[in-house]
């Protein structure tokens, strides 16, 4: 424990009155509380107006002594606590004192007392209490900051425990009849509306060579910082500059530095971290931040000096963020030179002072650092070669020799046992240098043959892969890809060095299950890497163009188009449109098929109309025009007033264009021959009549803007310029009257369609129960036959009845007669014309394979194989059998 806390809780141990202080003499204190009021932990009736009176009285021999007796009446009074509706008055008192304690040291004492008690919680006679006194509780703990002026080293650590009190207030002592202890964040609410942590910050400029009392604010705006609010005042009173600046002040505790960096860190969480860095950005803060970051380096050895030494790098690496920073100390400091020693392999059987965990936790901590400082220290990268030295790290961080990181500290984490963690911040590093688009950078990593080396990383990545570590292998392959963007980017001799392999490793995120996109792991931003990509390093090379689409790319892609995320409907959109380009891209569009056999077309409309609808624009049910002067007009836009802009700024219709998909699906189905579309329904046709009609609409929709312009701008065109804005207006309303035409001939065909087809199944469904009915008719006719002799014989004269009167009136001359029945038939149905032929024996014929001359022998017609026999025998004619 410091002898600043142990002399803190040395004094919440002594009760009320009994402190010492250094005035001249004592003035006894008198009890104004009865024993059964004591007991009973009730309030004695106390006029405060009188006390705050006397206090305003001149000119009495006595009235020091009756002042200061009357507060201690008052402290005695209320040692449970203050009442809500006695603070306002309460606080008066106190500020009195505080007025008279410069020619009046006796009132320090009184004063101290009072301020000891705010420490308690306060006190409440109705619920409603907090919110009714919230203007004077605000108010009067706002005026503790304001006493922090009073050149007392007591008071001022008084007004600081009291503060701290607020965060591990303690109950009552007694509990007060009557009475009802305040919420425990009423304080902590109350001292935000007040503006405490403002005042606070303010009192540290008193006490610049006050160490003890200056640990004390610290420690209450450690307190106070942990709200957004405070924060936020504590942002306003320049805290960050102020205190940073005297964090190398000589401080044997080290509570200083600890709690300087909390109050740091927690501003910079809590609040504006632009409006933090900024206050950060002079040379008198990143001087006090390099002497204590040298000071931990050289001469910490603990785990909490460690700490903050990494705190400290943290600090100066978020600083650097801002351009304005003066970071040029860094430069003759040789910084840089003194960071890149770290990015190597690790030299074997050589002696280091430092530990394998300590120096791989130097190396990340000196990456990471690289990656923020680097990019504004250009010249001094280049100068140290530093793409040399990044790419031969990479190739170490690649190679499968043994190594085994601890992954022990912030910045190794997911890299235990590999060396995953420093090709992350490697990468990073990389990134950084390559997103500042300087050719010099980008042309020397290209000639040391990074765009290859990136290509083969990314491939062993996929053949490492593991679930433990799958978030990190996920952000490697996405800063692989970035880096390869930017390169490529621009660049068509760089893209034919992406080339199929490059294309490859894109295929293969394309190929992703989808269901991995909602995990979270990191796949999101993966597949917007990839995406980008295919932009940067494929578009515009014709070759790499081909390969893809020979890889079945385009289905890729409309896959991805088909999973209806509108976070990456806009990106691919735009691929395709400039992937339609490509005359052989068409022709893989059109042969797509998703879910349900859905072609491209049907899903490119259906991606229309779901933007529509969400941007508010009006159809009718079957998804026709309403408006026809305003066909593609969104809410948005019909909320929106126009206003006259400059000719240099887009208006709201201009603005539509970018901000929607819409622009997008029209020019790839453009390219794809509106006319020739397969796969469409009459819902997708209707809708498609607007698509084709898209820029039409748009033109006349710009041009009716500009009118209303010159019209708000009270402006008159001559008469020709006038009837040419008329004539555009009203030729757009025109076309968007043909589309309607259009679009209700489409609704009708498909409703006579409908129609018929609706016919066309009634018909089949009549015909079928018709064939059903004379099937039941027919069996119940031959189950009569059955069952009943007199209706057969009825069905016998009948059926001899319709052969008679079938036949010719008049029999022909030599006309042979046939009969059509069979004597002595038992049979119940008419008889067929049966014959039963026997097939000839297998022993006259030969068998199968038996030698045959058709050309020179009668066959027997008997049945049977062919064989050959000695003399040809004519075969009688077989009498027809009976039939059965």
């Not at 792991?521 to 597949?527: A, D, P, S, V």
């Not at 069979?822 to 030969?846: C, D, F, M, Q």
Request: aromatic content about 8%.
């Amino acid at each position: 424990m410091s002898t600043a806390e142990a002399a803190e809780t040395a004094e919440a141990r002594e009760p009320i009155g009994r402190i010492k202080f250094s005035s001249p003499r004592q003035i006894p204190i008198v009890g104004v509380v009865t024993e059964d009021e004591e007991v009973q932990g009730a309030f004695k009736s106390m006029d405060l107006n009188r006390v705050i009176k006397l206090f305003e009285e001149t000119g009495k021999d006595d009235l020091e002594e009756r002042q200061l007796k009357s507060v201690k009446k008052l402290v005695q009074c209320y040692q449970n606590g203050f009442p809500l509706r006695d603070l306002a008055q309460i606080f008066k008192i106190l500020n009195l004192c505080a007025e008279k304690i410069k020619t009046q040291p006796h009132f320090i004492e009184p004063a101290y007392n009072i301020i000891k008690l705010c420490g308690l919680p306060f006190l409440k006679k109705k619920a409603s209490d907090e919110i009714t006194y919230a203007e004077d509780t605000a108010n009067s703990v706002g005026l503790l900051g304001d006493l922090m002026k009073i050149p007392n080293s007591e008071l001022r650590i008084q007004i600081c425990k009291c503060i701290i009190d607020f965060y591990h207030a303690e109950p009552p002592k007694k509990h007060i009849t009557g009475y009802q202890q305040a919420s425990s964040s009423y304080k902590i609410k109350m001292a935000e509306v007040g503006g405490l942590a403002k005042t606070m910050v303010q009192s540290l400029e008193l006490l610049e060579n006050q160490l003890v009392e200056k640990l004390w604010v610290l420690k209450a705006l450690q307190h106070l910082s942990t709200s957004e609010v405070n924060c936020t005042l504590m942002v306003k009173a320049q805290a960050a500059s102020g205190i940073c600046a005297h964090l190398n002040d000589p401080d044997p505790s080290g509570q200083l530095l600890f709690r300087s960096s909390e109050i740091l860190w927690n501003l910079l969480e809590k609040s504006s971290k632009e409006e933090i860095i900024q206050q950060l950005s002079n040379l008198k803060c990143l001087l006090a931040l390099k002497e204590v970051f040298k000071n931990l380096f050289i001469r910490g050895v603990s785990h909490y000096d460690r700490q903050l030494r990494n705190d400290m790098l943290v600090i100066t690496t978020i600083i650097s963020q801002n351009p304005g920073a003066p970071m040029i100390l860094l430069i003759d400091g040789k910084i840089i030179l003194a960071l890149f020693t770290y990015v190597k392999k690790p030299e074997k059987h050589k002696i280091l002072e430092w530990s394998a965990a300590q120096y791989e936790e130097l190396q990340l901590h000196a990456i990471a650092t690289l990656s923020s400082v680097a990019p504004f220290l250009i010249d001094e990268y280049m100068f140290y070669t530093g793409n040399a030295r990044v790419l031969e790290f990479l190739t170490w961080c690649d190679n499968e020799d043994s190594f085994f990181s601890h992954g022990n500290s912030f910045h190794g984490a997911g890299g235990r046992g590999n060396k995953f963690a420093q090709m992350r911040y490697s990468l990073r590093l990389l990134r950084a240098m390559v997103y500042l688009e300087n050719d010099t950078i980008n042309k020397d990593l290209c000639e040391k043959g990074a765009i290859q080396q990136l290509i083969g990383i990314f491939k062993n990545t996929i053949s490492k892969y593991n679930d433990k570590e799958e978030a990190i292998l996920l952000e490697i392959q996405s800063d692989i890809l970035l880096i390869l963007s930017g390169l490529c980017e621009y660049h068509i001799p760089r893209k034919e060095i992406f080339g199929t392999g490059g294309v490859d490793i894109i295929l293969h995120v394309m190929k992703t299950d989808p269901k991995k996109l909602q995990s979270g792991l990191g796949y999101n931003i993966l597949l917007y890497s990839t995406l980008d990509s295919i932009w940067c390093c494929i578009l515009g090379c014709y070759p790499s163009e081909d390969y893809f689409l020979e890889k079945e790319g385009i289905f890729l892609l409309l896959d991805l188009l088909a999973l209806n995320q509108k976070k990456f409907c806009n990106l691919i959109l735009g691929i395709m449109v400039e992937f339609c380009d490509n005359p052989k891209t068409a022709a893989h569009v059109n042969a797509w098929r998703g879910k349900k056999d859905q072609t491209a077309a049907s899903l490119l409309i259906k991606l229309w109309r779901k933007e529509e609808k969400e941007l508010g624009v009006k159809r009718d049910k079957y998804g026709k025009i309403v408006d026809t002067k305003k066909p593609l007009f969104t809410s948005f836009q019909e909320e929106q007033k126009i206003i006259p802009l400059p000719a240099n700024c887009p208006t709201v219709a201009v603005m539509d264009v970018a901000e929607n998909i819409r622009a997008k699906i029209y020019a790839v189905l453009g390219k794809l021959d509106f006319e020739n579309l397969p796969g469409l329904s009459a819902e997708d046709f209707v809708t498609l009549c607007i698509i084709h009609r898209y820029l039409d609409f748009k033109i006349g929709e710009i041009w009716n803007e500009i009118y209303e312009e010159i019209k708000l701008e009270k402006l008159r065109p001559v008469t020709t310029d006038k009837k040419i804005l008329e004539s555009i207006t009203a030729a757009s309303e025109n076309i968007g009257k043909m589309v309607v035409s259009l679009q209700s001939e489409m609704i009708e065909s498909q409703a006579r369609q409908d129609v018929q087809n609706e016919q066309k199944v009634y018909a089949k469904i009549q015909a079928t129960h018709k064939q059903r009915e004379l099937a039941n008719k027919s069996w119940e006719n031959f189950l009569a036959r059955t069952s009943n002799a007199k209706t057969l014989k009825k069905a016998k004269r009948l059926q001899e009845k319709a052969i008679e009167s079938s036949r010719y009136g008049e029999r022909p001359p030599n006309a042979i007669f046939h009969r059509t029945d069979i004597k002595g038939l038992n049979a119940t149905v008419p008889s067929g014309g049966v014959v039963t032929v026997e097939s000839t024996p297998a022993r006259l014929v030969g068998g199968p394979l038996a030698d045959t001359d058709i050309a020179l022998k009668k066959l027997p017609i008997r049945g049977g194989a062919l064989q050959r026999v000695k003399a040809v025998k004519t075969v009688d004619e077989p009498k027809k059998s009976e039939p059965t």
